[in-house]
Structures are given as C-alpha cells and as structure tokens.
C-alpha cells in the first residue's frame, strides 16, 4: 500500500519553465491537497479539490494551477516558474474535511 | 493575524525520558487539531488528532491533551526513543473558513540522545 507518491522527487527548471508535479495516492480518498513548505514557515496550501470535479483556492494559489484527473490523481502546475517558487512541495489525501490529511515525501524544486 | 505557534523551537531529551511538546493556538473557534512528525527528507505523518469535544486522546505511547481555557495543545511521547527525532508540527481547523483547510504551526525539532 504506497500511500500518497509524488513524482519527480527532485526537479532543477530554470525561470519561465513550465512544468507539472503528478500525485497520487491509493487510499480511495475523497480530498486531495498541494502544499508548500519553506525555511522558518509552516505548510501552506495552495489547492485543494474536496471531491472529485472540484478545486479551490488555498493561501498561496497565485502562479500554480491543479487538476483533479480522477479520484486518485491531483497535479499542480507551474506555469512560468518563478525563483520564488523555489520549495518543497507537498500533497495530501483524506477521506474528509474532518480525517487526518496523508502526505506524500514531496517534490523538491529549485528555480534558477 | 492568529497563527498556531510553538513554546520551545527545539528539544533536547534522553533517551527513556518522557517528552512534552507544546503548541499554543488563538483562534477559539478550532474545532480539530493534529500532530504530525516530520523526519529529514519526508512528508509530515501524522501521529494523533484530537476533537474540540476531548480533552485528551491517547496513542501507542503518545498522548495530545487539549487545554481549550487557554488554547494550548501538548503533545506527550513516553520512553523518548532515538527513532522519535524529527520536526513535531501542530495543526488547527479554523471553523469559519473552508472546512477543509488547516493552518499548521512551524515546528518543534525533537532531539533524542542515547
């Protein structure tokens, strides 16, 4: 049972790249997130879809979009990557708004 | 604006100690809290959560008590062992806002010596 993957692990882009981190997980969760987590802050999240066919806003939205695929899967998209995009990303599942949220390990990004 | 913050930033216990975690939240109207553990180079896991409605919940040799008087939450590890260094994060529901949405406080790192 692998949970929530995240696909790359590591991603280097230079500014103005575009590119897509894919999640997925395969515990039949209803919700899925994007988060993002720098030096000295906590997560903050940037999407979220609480069901399939739906997505929303977080704290940080501006510069990414999603894209709930299915059930399993949720992506996030970086249009024209930016420096300060440069963090760890992370996505979550849970069954609802009140079950603990699953993360995945994170994609690694840095923005030259 | 309200935040969920940490006391200490960092911890240091031995090993077979009892360790106390702290986390200090604002927003009187949270409804669901969780602690995650965070190891270097992997995503939050989560250990425990905790209903407004409980004062306390219990673990495999965790507990979380929830002081709403003076909204303070705690995270208690008992026998501290090597393998429980990591970053400790608390994480608040804010009624109010989207159900769905947490704010998470910036962490506590755990250091266990043997």
């Known amino acids: 049972n692998a949970g929530v993957t995240q696909t790359p692990k590591f991603q280097v882009l230079k500014t103005g790249q575009s590119m897509t981190l894919q999640c997925a997980q395969d515990?039949?969760?209803?919700?899925m997130y994007w988060y993002r987590q720098d030096p000295g802050m906590g997560l903050r999240l940037i999407y979220y879809?609480?069901?399939?066919?739906?997505?929303d806003k977080g704290e940080v939205p501006n510069g990414y979009n999603v894209s709930r695929l299915n059930k399993r899967e949720f992506s996030l998209r970086l249009e024209s990557a930016a420096p300060s995009q440069t963090s760890v990303y992370f996505c979550?599942?849970?069954?609802?708004?009140?079950?603990?949220?699953?993360f995945g390990d994170g994609t690694r990004l840095s923005i030259l | 604006g309200e935040s969920v913050g940490l006391h200490l930033p960092t911890l240091s216990v031995q090993e077979g100690d009892n360790s106390i975690i702290n986390c200090a939240y604002s927003?009187?109207?949270?409804?669901?809290f969780i602690w995650y553990k965070q190891e270097s180079g992997k995503g939050p896991q989560f250990i425990i959560d905790?209903?407004?409605?409980?004062d306390k919940r219990q673990g495999q040799r965790v507990t979380v008590l929830l002081n709403k008087t003076v909204k303070h939450l705690s995270l208690q590890i008992a026998a501290t062992q090597p393998g429980d260094s990591a970053v400790y994060f608390c994480?608040?529901?804010?009624?109010?806002?989207?159900?769905?949405?947490?704010?998470f406080g910036k962490g506590t790192l755990l250091t266990v010596n043997p």
């Open positions: 979550a599942s849970n069954f609802g708004s009140n079950q603990p949220q699953h």
């Open positions: 515990m039949n969760h209803n919700s």
């Open positions: 879809s609480a069901s399939e066919g739906t997505t």
């Open positions: 927003n009187s109207a949270s409804d669901y």
């Open positions: 905790i209903r407004s409605n409980m």
């Open positions: 994480a608040e529901r804010r009624v109010g806002g989207s159900n769905y949405k947490l704010t």
